[in-house]
């Protein structure tokens, strides 16, 4: 296609002009596999299509809310209906009411929520309500999870468990990322020797417990088993950033699918985000009464927000809840996810490609290795070259997975079989290629 006739590009380098980089999210810009980013121009259940009138089956599902696929019926009502009674009032609401009590009967380790407007939003004031609650500075986080660009997250591991962290962004003071202590994910030693050195001034751990930003890894189940027992121990508080796994990998969310596993088990605080908001700008954070007493206007500790639970964001979360909970909702799902992650795993055997894949309801993996890996360090190890041959070859047949390695996939409710057969094989494709 020729620069005449390309609208992607055409857009792309107008949007060059007057946004840095051309996006306002940076893995949108393509940079990790090259190539012109897909601008959408409209969507409908599984499918997008792009400033070329070009249709894409879409794995990502904006990083997945879109759980429903686009335009579900019910939520567009929802939304419709809701933006005629008004954008936003900047007074309370009895749809915030609902939709908390609604996100609370699925997330039983919560007594209370704060809605917010975005999930880094909500990491932020979880991050600074554990700190106000325990009187603490410190916390740990583990490479390769995201929990949003708060200034004191952005961080990597410094050189040594006695050392903190380095920021990973220019603009963020060694100050301000001095109490953040950066471990890798499921290294249960590691993880017990910092306790050992810094426990009494943990004021909480988080982890993400399905990371979905180093594309799919699992904690183990005797890491998470450490990860609540030394936090118990020590008193700091024990935050499952659930903004990508919540309401996508179980209506439970993953600390469901952990307490299978480890009986009682439940986190101290959740941080919610992605699919509450059903596509609409809406994140929360919650936790037991005692702790949630502590914010404003009730407690010592700040925090506000002028969209704070939306009037349309929560119409639109709502609704979303609404279809997630009726029965056999995530089995379905989650059958799709398996039979998508079968497909190529037999496709790749079938060509010699090593590939490992892994899903819970409807988020998945797939990495070009034998075996899954079991932290950040391994995932970037991957080939890059054959990725991006990998993520092209699937992009030129119609098929739209993330454009990076470090990315997870989503499924949604509208993705058919027809869908799943045509990744496959596209995917077949390209696997006797490389
Ligand atoms: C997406 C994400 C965030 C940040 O949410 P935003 O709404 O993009 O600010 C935080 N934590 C996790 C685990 C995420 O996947």
């Not at 990083?63 to 419709?80: R, Y």
């Not at 450490?226 to 950033?241: K, N, P, S, V, W």
């Not at 790749?348 to 990495?367: K, T």
């Amino acid at each position: 296609m020729t620069h005449d006739t390309d609208r992607n590009l055409q857009l792309f380098q107008r949007a060059q002009k007057v946004i840095p980089g051309g996006v306002n999210s940076p893995v949108r810009a393509f940079k990790a596999v090259g190539g012109t980013p897909r601008f959408v121009a409209r969507a409908q259940g599984a499918h997008f299509w792009d400033a070329n009138n070009k249709r894409y089956i879409d794995y990502i599902g904006s990083w997945g809310p879109m759980i429903l696929g686009h335009g579900h019926p019910a939520v567009l009502e929802a939304v419709q209906k809701a933006a005629v009674e008004g954008f936003s009032f900047g007074a309370p609401t009895e749809r915030e009411v609902e939709l908390a009590e609604e996100i609370l009967s699925l997330v039983p380790s919560m007594d209370m929520v704060r809605l917010v407007s975005s999930g880094t939003e909500a990491g932020m004031s979880a991050i600074r309500l554990a700190r106000g609650a325990t009187g603490r500075s410190k916390l740990i986080k583990f490479e390769g999870c995201y929990h949003g660009h708060a200034d004191a997250l952005l961080v990597k591991a410094g050189s040594g468990l006695a050392t903190f962290g380095n920021p990973t962004s220019a603009g963020v003071p060694p100050e301000v990322v001095q109490h953040t202590l950066v471990l890798e994910y499921n290294n249960v030693a590691q993880l017990e020797d910092a306790f050992a050195l810094h426990g009494k001034d943990l004021a909480c751990l988080i982890i993400e417990p399905i990371a979905g930003n180093m594309n799919f890894v699992r904690a183990s189940v005797p890491f998470m088993t450490r990860c609540r027992e030394l936090c118990t121990q020590y008193g700091a508080l024990f935050i499952f950033d659930e903004v990508m796994t919540g309401f996508r990998v179980a209506l439970g969310s993953a600390q469901s699918v952990y307490a299978k596993a480890i009986p009682g088990f439940e986190p101290d605080m959740t941080v919610m985000g992605k699919v509450i908001g059903g596509g609409m700008p809406l994140a929360a954070f919650g936790a037991r009464r005692a702790v949630m007493e502590q914010m404003a206007p009730l407690g010592p500790v700040y925090q506000a927000g002028t969209l704070s639970g939306n009037p349309i964001a929560t119409a639109c979360g709502l609704a979303t809840l609404r279809e997630i909970r009726k029965p056999g909702f995530y089995e379905a799902l989650a059958a799709k996810t398996q039979k998508l992650m079968s497909g190529m795993k037999a496709a790749a055997d079938q060509s010699g490609v090593p590939l490992s894949v892994d899903s819970e309801g409807g988020m998945f993996g797939f990495f070009l290795f034998d075996a899954l890996p079991q932290n950040y360090a391994k995932v970037m190890t991957t080939d890059n070259k054959r990725f991006n041959a990998l993520f092209h070859g699937m992009l030129d047949r119609g098929v739209y997975f993330a454009p990076a390695l470090y990315e997870a996939g989503f499924m949604s409710a509208a993705h058919s079989d027809e869908d799943i057969a045509a990744t496959v094989q596209a995917a077949a494709e390209i696997f006797r290629t490389l």
